[in-house]
């Protein structure tokens, strides 16, 4: 019997690295029977059979004192490479007692916990009048909620005292830290310029909610370009790692530097970590194929030689712990583009800078020959730790990715054993690792513009027949032209969105009958709380996502709408509204060959 042979199957007593006479390390157990002992070393030394029970003393002698190699030799440089290229990890002897320990234990019999999802829902101008309501509704729905705002007091009072707030103002760039919006998963954004009466308004702005068909406006605060172009910006930019993005972000990819081995800072992302670590002989090595993917581009290839020996038989490569950890809460899982060779593999994710920790953990079987796309939900990965299921690990955190690793091994966890596990060679080409979001995708990101954004500089409209917005764009420092600006910011962010451009706004009441037209030329008026309605629809919608549309009711401006108590309105399903329209219809085709004005 071996000594690893020993120490897996009883572990009575641990192997224990020792002096060697010249400056080596050994391995001695304790047993009491014929053992057999190799020297640690790169160099193979002969067998030596001993029997304590005909020694005069039960101790080695110095001479005796050799390490234990199994099978075949033990490449002890390899193995203090291993050990120093992630980071200086403890010492050896830790490593090897904690990894022989990982085969002995009893499988678990609880279910680890589950991982914590965030549903968190912000709110941008939550104190306009479309913004309120649109909290309002979510509140009522159970959907937790925050808010951005300016004034804290102001969001208070409108809100309540116990609102979920954040103090932050769009136009300024250095009050959006992206820290603020970790756990959001969704925005409706509300905030627009505002506009008031030149001769004043009443208190509780009277004036503003008629609308200003009915009063001589002008921009009171910042001006459009700063809250609907680069307040956009500036939104965007603090929120775009919490609510994802619709192709994925990409962690590892012929479209990223960092598929190369060296990253932008020149250090090497992907390492080896193999069963060297605990005294086996497997070992595998990370290179790029500059034309090994399947459109001919480059690849990564995870392969080597995996063992047996030793007691050994796994073999991995692993990232360095990342900088900065990845913040992944967005999306829903890892999807690896591999060609499969019919073995089944591991992916391990970590999340903390530790070397000796809980890795997160799912096997993935591959098809031979094959490319495919294989996803690995965050909900199924398994905490890990020496290849038993730690039930006491705190649940997997999204946001707080520090390493990745690609394993392939005799050993499941809690001792299962891999059923496609055979020794020699293998080859696992992967050209992308990328975090996803599930499908049916649904918007993220549910903006308020307006109507008319495309007209003023529109050829041919007769503007005495549009909207005062429309007429009056340069007067108002061009914001509908701004306006468009940064939907087009939206549009071009990659983020599910959907942008609803509601005519002219008023403090009716919801429940008239709706006109949705996609093409910015409709004119008319609209309830807010209907607006509020339709974007707290729109976030569930999969048939909202990437579309822009006008939206008014069928009432004419000249006639009130009122309710009649004794006969109210149904409530209206909106997705049928949804499914009619189409992707990619703006209103600026109209303009597509004029210039901008600014």
Known sequence: MNCFSCCAAAV???????????GGLAASCCTRTDQKVL??????????????????????SRSEVIAFAGQQPWDLGRFFKTLYFFNGPPNPLKIVESIISSFTGPASSEAPKKMETSNVVLVTGATGGVGRRVVDILRKKGVPVRVLARNGDKARSMLGP??????????????????????????????????????????DRQKYKQGIKFFEPEIKGPSPEMVEYIGMQNLINGIKNSVGLSEGKLLLGSKVLRFSICNLSGKIVWGALDDVVMGGVSESTFQILPTGSESSGPTGLFKGTVSTSNNGGFTSIRTKNFTVPEDLSAYDGIELRVKGDGRRYKLIIRTSYEWDTVGYTASFDTTKGEWQSVKVPFSSLRPVFRARTMTDAPPFDASNITSLQL??????????????????????????????????????????????VTRPERPGLDLSKQPPAVRLNKELGSILTYKLKGEDLIRESGIPYTIVRPCALTEEPAGADLIFDQGDNITGKISREEVARICVAALASPNAVGKTFEVKSTVPFSEPYVIDPSNPPSEKDYEVYFKELKEGITGKEALEAIPSQV
């Open 12 to 22: 009575t007593s641990p192997p224990v690295l020792l002096g060697r006479p010249r």
């Open 39 to 60: 020297f640690l070393g790169s160099k193979q030394f002969p067998q030596i059979t001993y029997s304590p029970v005909s020694r005069a003393s039960p101790r080695l």
């Open 162 to 203: 116990d609102v979920n707030l954040i103090i932050g103002d769009v136009t300024k760039e250095d009050t959006l830290d992206p820290k603020l919006f970790k756990g959001i998963k969704k925005v409706v954004n509300a905030v627009s310029v505002i506009v008031g009466p030149k001769e004043g308004d009443t208190p």
């Open 407 to 452: 394993m392939f091994s005799k050993f499941e966890y809690d001792g299962i054993l891999n059923p496609t596990f055979t020794e020699g060679p293998f080859e696992l080409p992967f050209s992308s690792i990328r975090a996803y979001i599930n499908e049916p995708i649904t918007p993220r990101f549910v903006h308020v513009s307006s109507a008319g």
